[in-house]
């Protein structure tokens, strides 16, 4: 069965998800404030609704607790944020995912009981930030605090040409290598016997310090 979800807030980081969701071939319900971004979504979600989501029996009637996920992205009103995200929780929605504007606003959210809560500002920050640095690595996501999973291309000779019996980066750096791109394939849980090929991206998965040593030396060679 398809998934469904709503979306709250259309701005552009609603919005990218609500396409994203579309695009899959999800069922999106589609809610903003504003009509004319209503309007906008409403040949791209199933059902694209102008509503005031702080207001609970308006929740009700859209029956909104019947859907499997809820995102509620909305911008710049904290506010609303909360009182939307409480109002969620009220109803008995079971899995709730928020934007959050800083620090104090997640820890509002998480008390009120948000299931998940993102960053994407901050988060897109470091995975740039990660790509400036290095030409290394060319991709980065944030697991936890602490840990990450990044690509990283073998584009020296510090990588290329070993296997990961010679990296042994889990003994040196307390990494796993859990997967290679190679071209259009995608070798998952390579052999310790796998040589590594030029162009190659390995897939690693760490604590953020260990990577950032990894990263270190693998620009330096």
Do not use: W
């Amino acid at each position: 069965m398809k998934k469904e979800f709503v979306v709250i807030g259309l701005g552009r980081f609603g919005g990218s998800i609500c396409r994203a969701l579309s695009d899959q071939d999800m069922e999106v319900m589609a809610i903003d404030k504003d009509e004319d971004r209503v309007n906008e979504y409403a040949t791209i979600a199933s059902h694209a609704v102008v509503a005031d989501t702080t207001d609970e029996a308006t929740l009700k009637s859209l029956g909104i607790r019947n859907f499997d996920h809820v995102i509620v992205a909305i911008g710049d009103d904290i506010q609303s944020s909360i009182l939307t995200t409480l109002m969620l929780k009220e109803i008995g929605v079971n899995n709730i995912t928020v934007k959050a504007q800083n620090d104090y606003h997640e820890k509002v959210l998480r008390k009120i009981g948000a299931d998940h809560v993102v960053h994407p500002e901050r988060d897109m920050g470091k995975r740039i930030a990660h790509n400036i640095i290095s030409n290394s690595v060319l991709d980065y996501l944030e697991l936890s605090d602490e840990h990450s999973i990044v690509e990283i291309a073998a584009n020296n000779h510090l990588l290329s040409g070993k296997s990961l019996i010679d990296l042994d980066v889990r003994a040196r750096y307390g990494l796993n290598i859990v997967a290679i791109k190679r071209g259009n394939d995608i070798i998952v849980s390579p052999q310790a016997n796998e040589v590594i090929h030029h162009e190659d991206i390995l897939i690693v998965i760490g604590a953020d310090t260990d990577i950032n040593r990894f990263e270190k030396k693998a620009m330096s060679s």
